[in-house]
């Protein structure tokens, strides 16, 4: 089946670690983002892939990094001068021309400091 | 991109109709309406999307005002399934997405 899978589901931090979401995609999709959701509120964007190679950030990118080395997968690495990471975090792709395109998304990985 | 204005709540009873407003006055030409739902503890999902005609998918239909400022997602027979947070979100771009708090549609028995 094609979709969105992230890995883990749960990840704990301590305190000055950084720590890396994993995020991989088999729909062939140009584009994929990072939000994060924090509880009773929206997805704010961190950061945003159109093409292999290149990133924009989002909204809330402080604290945050990512890599697009391959098509299919788009990591994102919580450092430890993001003060606050606790955190539901989701990954999302979707095709080319992506105004006209529905974003997929994953189920999320669930991070908590220790 | 424009800023949206939904209910924070609403209720709908199992088999009705669910309509759900959404407020985008200061929409421009060249923004679309989009619409996702969150259930709870899950990824968003994706219902449908419109710039100015009427929409219609197998999971709801979006009308969209003439002047452009204002839609309705329409789940025409909602079931409990359909429990969720709804999205509403205008962008021309459709790579920023703006994800606002929503409207938690509850359907109750």
């Known amino acids: 089946d094609g979709g969105i899978t992230q890995s883990p589901k749960y990840l704990f931090r301590k305190e000055g670690q950084n720590v890396t979401l994993s995020c991989e995609q088999n729909l062939n999709h140009d584009a994929m983002y990072w939000y994060r959701q924090d509880p009773g509120q929206g997805l704010r964007l961190i950061y945003y892939s159109q093409i292999v190679n290149d990133f924009q950030k989002g909204d809330i990118a402080e604290g945050y990094s990512v890599s697009r080395e391959k098509k299919e997968s788009f990591p994102l690495t919580v450092t430890s001068a993001q003060k606050n990471p606790t955190a539901f975090y989701l990954c999302?792709?979707?095709?080319?021309?992506?105004?006209?395109?529905?974003?997929?998304f994953g189920d999320g990985t669930r991070l908590s400091i220790l | 991109d424009a800023k949206t204005t939904q209910p924070t709540s609403m209720d709908c009873a199992e088999g009705r109709a669910a309509n759900l407003p959404c407020n985008h006055s200061?929409?421009?030409?060249?923004?679309?309406v989009y619409w996702y739902r969150q259930i709870h503890s899950q990824g968003p999902q994706y219902i449908i999307h419109?710039?100015?005609n009427n929409e219609t998918n197998e999971m709801a239909s979006l009308i969209i005002t003439e002047d452009r400022k204002s839609s309705t997602l329409i789940l025409p027979h909602a079931t409990l399934r359909d429990t969720a947070v709804y999205y509403c979100i205008v962008s021309a771009s459709g790579y920023a997405l703006n994800f606002g708090k929503g409207t938690s549609l509850l359907v109750t028995p």
């Open positions: 200061t929409i421009s030409g060249n923004e679309y």
């Open positions: 419109g710039l100015k």
């Open positions: 999302a792709s979707s095709e080319e021309g992506a105004w006209n395109q529905p974003q997929h």
